[in-house]
């Protein structure tokens, strides 16, 4: 069983920044894909970034690309999603989640494990 609490989260003006933390626990960090995803209310989860089990390769969709940067530190099995330039529809709860297995970019039904969520609201 995995285990992943993430953390972080919080109110936030429009152009500001946040970054949220996720620590594992459970098993060994390093045999995870990592995703971080986000779900607003009344809309499907979405993805928002991937990284691999090195850090190698991340992935983003066009929504976030050049505002959000995933990073993972195998040594404290812990993932960041830093989030810049905010803006009001990034309004959601964020989840990260862990995959065991090798489908890349990852999406929602790939993810093995979730985390519980962190609220991240934008003001206007």
């Known amino acids: 069983q995995v285990q992943l609490v993430e953390s972080g989260g919080g109110l936030v003006q429009a152009g500001g920044s946040l970054r949220l933390s996720c620590v594992a626990s459970g098993r060994t960090f390093t045999s995870f894909l990592m995703g971080w995803f986000r779900q607003a209310p009344g809309k499907e989860r979405e993805f928002v970034a991937a990284?691999?089990?090195?850090?190698?390769?991340?992935y983003y969709p066009d929504s976030v690309k050049g505002r959000f940067s995933i990073s993972r530190d195998n040594s404290k099995n812990t993932v960041y999603l830093q989030m810049n330039s905010l803006k009001p529809e990034d309004t959601a709860v964020y989840y990260c989640?862990?995959?065991?297995?090798?489908?890349?970019?990852?999406?929602?039904?790939?993810?093995?494990?979730w985390g519980k969520g962190t609220l991240v609201t934008v003001s206007s």
């Open positions: 990284i691999s089990w090195s850090g190698a390769r991340t």
């Open positions: 989640a862990a995959d065991v297995g090798s489908v890349w970019p990852p999406g929602t039904y790939d993810m093995d494990y």
